[in-house]
């Protein structure tokens, strides 16, 4: 159950993230933070379409991790319960290379 927990958790934290950095850097709070008035000289900084598209693009990309997860939600699961299961021995991950031999 735990697992089963902390997995989904991951999900909805990657994709409210991810929510959070592709919307924020783009709207007015933005742009009336504490920090553009308590330290002037960021403001050229913060300011930066570069430096929003940049957040924005990894909001993109955690986005997409979440989605990862979810898809392979499975796989990912059976993975990690041998990791959290106490006294258990640790398993090999399965092979990526279905079947062929090593050279």
Do not use: K
């Not at 990690?80 to 006294?87: D, Y």
């Amino acid at each position: 159950m735990v697992p089963r927990l902390f997995l989904v958790s991951l999900i909805l934290f990657c994709l409210e993230l991810g929510v959070f950095l592709v919307i924020l850097p783009w709207t007015s709070l933005w742009e009336r933070n504490y920090f553009l008035f308590r330290y002037p000289g960021l403001t050229p900084w913060l300011l930066n379409h570069y430096l929003r598209g940049a957040l924005s693009g990894l909001g993109l990309v955690d986005i997409g991790l979440g989605v990862w997860y979810a898809a392979h939600f499975r796989q990912t699961l059976a993975r990690l319960l041998p990791a959290l299961t106490p006294g258990a021995a640790a398993v090999a991950p399965p092979s990526r290379n279905h079947g062929a031999t090593a050279r």
